[in-house]
């Protein structure tokens, strides 16, 4: 899996392409220990909202969806880590989309909320090195406690200079994360 475009935009959105080759596997149910691994790993990312089309919890969702979808929420939970006791706000969302009639086969569009770029393009690059990690059985190589650390050093820092963009407000009083996921023409 490959992260190919990152687009900023000044809602508070980061837009990525994500591309899978067609000799990989793009769903969890081909890789069934992805999601396992990544539970016990990150062990409240189960406990994520997702709104999917078949109403599953994200713990049933993730044993059969699109290895980009997965992606998706771990980049939530390591920004939700990261910014914990920093920014005020502990609420981002993200969704999922992908439409192949017009695409060619294998490219998602994943959009998550962010803070600030560096810490989301850091964030970004530990999600993708995890999965794909994870997909090649080298995960014990990524020390993702200390990465996590690092990451809120990083923000602290950074945030010295890059302000909070505007938008990454809360804009009501739901203090947990949501997560959309809009499905197209699979
Ligand atoms: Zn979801």
Not at 32 to 47: E, K, Q, T, V
Not at 133 to 160: F, Q, T, Y
Request: hydrophobic letters at 40%; aromatic letters at 8%; proline letters at 5%.
């Amino acid at each position: 899996m490959r992260v190919t475009e990152i687009a900023f935009d000044e809602s508070g959105k980061v837009k990525l392409t994500v591309e899978i080759p067609e000799t990989e596997a793009y769903l969890t149910t081909h890789a069934p220990n992805m999601p396992r691994i990544l539970f016990r790993m990150f062990p409240y990312l189960a406990a994520q909202r997702c709104f999917n089309e078949q109403g599953h919890s994200f713990r049933r969702e993730a044993l059969a969806t699109e290895i980009p979808h997965l992606f998706e929420h771990l980049l939530l939970e390591i920004q939700k880590q990261v910014r914990r006791g920093i920014y005020a706000d502990v609420s981002i969302s993200g969704e999922t989309e992908w439409n192949w009639s017009i695409d060619p086969r294998g490219r998602f569009h994943v959009t998550v909320g962010y803070d600030n770029e560096i810490v989301a393009l850091a964030s970004v690059r530990l999600a993708e090195r995890i999965i794909n990690a994870l997909d090649s059985k080298e995960i014990a190589l990524i020390d993702v406690d200390r990465e996590v650390r690092r990451l809120r050093e990083l923000v602290k820092v950074s945030r010295r200079f890059i302000p909070p963009i505007r938008g990454s407000e809360p804009e009501d009083d739901d203090a947990t994360e949501s997560d959309a996921d809009i499905e197209v023409g699979v």
